[in-house]
């Protein structure tokens, strides 16, 4: 399961402060579990992991088995945010790296994203993959109307209904939207969608064990079963209310090294490809929970050692204004060794018999400590292995640390009213009716 040390944090942290925060982290704490704190009407991610009913896994397995009947063998899931990136992590982090190039027969069908992205080319290319293959769509969207999203489903469900005529397009589409109102609501009622609903309770970037994520990884042939179970053995280890909690201790930890020390930016490290997107939903999760009321830390990430030839330099002499937070993983789940070479004109012999993974488990070490002394304090999440039943547990853990730490800092973790300026500037620019006034008032600034 998950545990954390915070021994790379020591040197820079006094004792009595880390004691000072822990206080207000289990204060933080006993907001969330008291469900009384700001966004608490978001609160229903909490409790996913133990309370999701095996019917719903059912059904989602029934849309897979029935897509497959059909030979379906691409599944496009179109979402923005919390309505993909969680989905993606998962599939992204338990996927073999190259189950696109290995030979033979799929047993699942390839699960592709769109709607994360108003790119011609991206939608364009992605329009050619989809001629060439047996599709079916699944598009996720409370309202229906956020505009990523929207034009790529009309764009893609007008491209199935032309391949496949519109009963059975409609056979190929399922949404996962609001149980009453809104556009996608009204459009699947209409032309008869499969439907999942997206809870009222849960915000979009805590999603991820909801349909939202539940079904495109089965349809991508996870199993969702042990990936509840990791996360609900998380959920009833961090709702005992103690110092020892991890995401209590990770909470605190943070907002000390931001608060006292100036500690401005997170960057959360991993030592596997695997985990690109994990990052990418983490940064969502923390960024879009904290960064409010011209607070929060900055989350960024990194996939090590790829980026030490990057931005290596950066972390290790720039500006100390970060800290580390690195996911580490104990067990490979391949085995590979380093053989002997006679000429040994690459002067590796004296790695000869190891597992390449040793190398890498020595390389994150000496990275710590070079980090260390170099200024860059380090926390460390280890898992043991990267399988179904541990990414539950730190999809979980993560989630759970980022309530507490929102807390901490005395923002509302499950609001983001920032999102919306840029859209209403991008409505106006495109002349959508209702914006008239702020089209006019846009286009007068960009004269100047």
């Known amino acids: 399961m998950v545990k954390l040390d915070l021994g790379g944090c020591t040197s820079f942290v006094k004792d009595a402060e880390y004691a000072e925060y822990l206080k207000k982290a289990l204060a933080a704490f006993d907001t969330l579990e008291s469900g009384k704190g700001e966004g608490n009407d978001f609160l229903g991610w909490k409790h996913l992991p133990s309370e999701t009913p095996d019917s719903l896994i059912r059904e989602c397995e029934a849309v897979r088995d029935n897509w497959i009947s059909k030979g379906v063998n691409l599944v496009v899931v179109i979402g923005i945010g919390g309505s993909y990136l969680g989905a993606r992590c998962v ?23 769109a709607g994360n992205n108003l790119s011609e080319e991206y939608l364009g290319e992605l329009a050619e993959l989809v001629g060439e293959r047996n599709a079916a769509l699944v598009v996720i969207s409370k309202s229906g109307t956020t505009t990523e999203p929207a034009v790529a489903f009309r764009i893609l469900k ?24 809104g556009a996608l609501k009204t459009l699947s009622s209409q032309e008869g969608y499969k439907t999942f609903v997206v809870p009222d309770n849960v915000g979009g970037r805590f999603s991820v064990l909801t349909p939202v994520g539940i079904l495109p990884i089965v349809l991508a042939g996870f199993d969702i079963r042990e990936i509840l179970s990791g996360a609900a053995e998380m959920e009833k280890s961090l709702a005992l209310r103690s110092e020892e909690n991890p995401a209590v201790r ?6 000390l090294l931001y608060s006292t020390y100036g500690k401005k930016i997170e960057v959360l490290v991993s030592y596997n490809p695997k985990f690109q997107y994990f990052g990418e939903w983490w940064k969502q999760l923390f960024g879009e929970s904290e960064g409010k009321d011209k607070k929060g830390l900055f989350p960024a990430s990194v996939n090590f050692t790829t980026d030490l030839h990057s931005m290596g330099q950066f972390i290790q002499d720039g500006s100390r204004v970060m800290f580390e937070t690195v ?13 002997s070479d006679e000429g040994n004109l690459d002067q590796l012999n004296y790695l000869a018999g190891q597992n390449v993974e040793h190398c890498n488990a020595m390389a994150e070490l000496g990275t710590k400590l070079a980090h260390i002394d170099g200024g860059v304090p380090q926390l460390e999440v280890t898992i043991e292995k990267i399988d179904a039943f541990n990414v539950g547990g730190l ?10 730490s929102a807390y901490i800092l005395g923002v509302n973790p499950f609001n983001q009213p920032g999102v919306e300026a840029y859209k ?8 959508k009716p209702g914006y008239e006034e702020q089209t006019a008032a846009i286009e007068k600034r960009l004269e100047k």
């Not at 599939?91 to 994203?113: D, M, R, T, W």
């Not at 990770?250 to 907002?255: D, L, T």
């Open 250 to 255: 990770y909470a605190a930890m943070r907002n």
């Open 327 to 339: 996911i580490n993983i104990l067990k490979s789940n391949r085995s590979v060794v380093i053989g």
């Open 424 to 431: 209403k500037n991008m409505f106006a620019l495109l002349h």
């Open 158 to 181: 007008c491209q199935l209904e032309e391949a496949y005529g519109r009963s059975e397009a409609s056979a190929r589409i399922v949404a996962i939207t609001d149980a009453h109102k």
């Open 395 to 404: 999809l979980y853990f993560f989630e759970f640390a980022c309530g507490i």
């Open 91 to 113: 599939i992204e982090a338990l996927s073999h790296n190259f189950s696109k190039q290995l030979s033979g027969e799929k047993k699942f069908p390839e699960v592709v994203f």
